[in-house]
Structure formats: C-alpha cells, structure tokens
C-alpha cells in the first residue's frame, strides 16, 4: 500500500483517466439502475396481481404489502441512480453526491430487509418517530450491525446530505473530488444495494426466481468493472490508510 499522499494522489489520477475502466464503469452503474427498475417493476406487478394493489391495499394481506414495499424500495433506487448517472454527466458532482446518499439509505433499509423480512412490514407500518428512530445510529447499528456502512453512511451525510464545508470537495475549484470517485462509488453501492434487494426477494417472496430474471448480463457488466478498474481498489485502501491514521490520532 501506497502510503506518500503525493504518490497515493498521482497514482488515483492515473486510474481515473483509465478509458477503458470508465467505460466499464458507467455501463456497471447504468445496467445495476436497470436492474433494480426491473426488478422493482416486477414485484410491484407481482402485488398488482397478487392483491389488487390498485386501490386500496387490505390491512390483513401483509404479504401482499410487504411484495409491493420491496419493490417500491427497489424502484426508488433505480429513480435515484438514474438521477445521480444524469447528473455526472452533466459533471454536477454535488447534486450526484445528494442522490448518492440517498441511496445508501436504500441499501440500509434493503439490508435490513435481506436480515429480516419482518422489518418490510414494520416500514410499511412505520410513522414518522419510528423512522427517525431507525435513521439514529443506534437504530441503524441494530437493524444491520454493518459498522463499515454505518461509517461510510455518517460520511456521505457530512459530504453529500447536510450542508458543510466538506462537501466543498464536490464543488468546482482546484481541490475538486474526481468524478471517477463518485462513479465508484455509485457503482458499488448499487452492486451491494442490488444483492441486498435479491436476497430480500428470496426471503419473501419464494413465488419469484432471481434465476428468471435475466440478469447474467448485469453480473459480466460488474465483473468486467471490478476486473478492469484500478480505482476501486486504491480508493479502498485509501480508505483503509485514513482509518488507520485517525486510530493514532
């Protein structure tokens, strides 16, 4: 590991010019966003079928709700990564950061939903103190335990969520964040949000195949970005080489 801050810079802005790993890149997050629309679709009809989601939901078909909770959660997470994707475009880091938190609030709670299928039903029911409470760090520490996600939640929040001097990084200037970073960085939270929403669908919903699906493609899609892109990795232990510096402080 790379441990010269000069180094560890010159060697970031080598791979973030890397063509070929940012194509690789994009066309990961644009196939995990139609993936997720997909899927969402399709659990959303499911209940359609299922339950006359039409109109209004009966209070005691619970897992007709539950089917029609998972796949609005998952097509809130398509809607966000399609608005962040057209917002890297238009190279609006800031904006694409916003969404990106956004969408780690998706992946929490699709976690949540892979951990325990109950917890659909309990955010379907949820009001406003409840969510809150699940937002807390205590309530998001005991609904996933994940304390890497939770950092990097907490993170995102300071950098892309609440309006602070960190999230200068992502303006325009000199000290500016490499859009490649954000593409990473949306590109893996997508990958995980996509496996968290799969496993939830096969914890409650046994009716509907993953295997049916079609998503080969998807998974090539994301092997030949994490096989080609050389950020992913040396952002990952830049990551690691902070945590390790702000232990000695």
Same mark, same amino acid.
């Given at each position: ?5 000069r ?5 970031l ?6 063509d070929?790993a ?5 066309a990961?997050c644009?196939l995990?966003s139609s ?6 679709r ?10 006359s989601l039409?109109?209004?939901? /009966?209070p005691?078909?619970?897992s007709?709700?539950e089917?029609n909770?998972l796949g609005?959660?998952a097509k809130i997470? !398509? ?5 962040a994707?057209a917002l890297?475009r !238009?190279?609006n ?5 916003a ?9 929490f709670?699709a976690r949540a ?6 917890v ?5 029911g ?11 760090p205590?309530g @998001?520490s005991r ?11 907490? @993170?995102h ?6 309006p602070?001097?960190r999230?200068? @990084?992502?303006? /325009?200037?000199?000290?500016r964040?490499? /859009?490649?970073e ?7 939270h997508?990958?995980?949000t996509?496996?968290h929403?799969?496993a ?6 046994s ?8 998503l080969?493609?998807?998974?090539? !899609?994301?092997d030949d970005w @994490?096989?080609t892109?050389?950020l ?5 232990d830049? !990551?690691?080489?902070?945590?390790s510096d702000?232990?000695l402080?």
């Amino acid at each position: 590991m790379i441990r010269d801050r000069r180094l560890v810079d010159q060697r970031l802005d080598e791979l973030a010019d890397d063509d070929v790993a940012a194509c690789h890149r994009v066309a990961a997050c644009e196939l995990l966003s139609s993936a997720l629309d997909a899927i969402g679709r399709r659990l959303r009809a499911d209940g359609v079928r299922h339950g006359s989601l039409g109109g209004e939901v /009966p209070p005691n078909d619970l897992s007709v709700r539950e089917v029609n909770g998972l796949g609005t959660l998952a097509k809130i997470g !398509a809607e966000l990564a399609r608005g962040a994707i057209a917002l890297l475009r !238009a190279d609006n880091l800031y904006a694409a950061g916003a969404l990106v938190r956004q969408l780690v609030e998706v992946e929490f709670l699709a976690r949540a939903f892979a951990i325990d299928h109950q917890v659909v039903s309990t955010w379907l029911g949820s009001g406003r103190g409840e969510r809150s409470d699940f937002w807390s760090p205590d309530g @998001r520490s005991r609904r996933v335990g994940n304390g890497l996600l939770a950092d990097d939640y907490t @993170r995102h929040c300071e950098v892309g969520g609440y309006p602070t001097m960190r999230a200068a @990084r992502l303006l /325009p200037g000199p000290a500016r964040t490499r /859009p490649a970073e954000v593409w990473v960085d949306l590109a893996g939270h997508l990958d995980t949000t996509l496996q968290h929403v799969i496993a939830a669908t096969e914890r409650l919903h046994s009716s509907t195949s993953p295997a049916s699906w079609n998503l080969p493609e998807v998974g090539r !899609a994301i092997d030949d970005w @994490r096989r080609t892109d050389g950020l992913v990795v040396a952002l990952q232990d830049l !990551a690691e080489m902070r945590r390790s510096d702000a232990s000695l402080d």
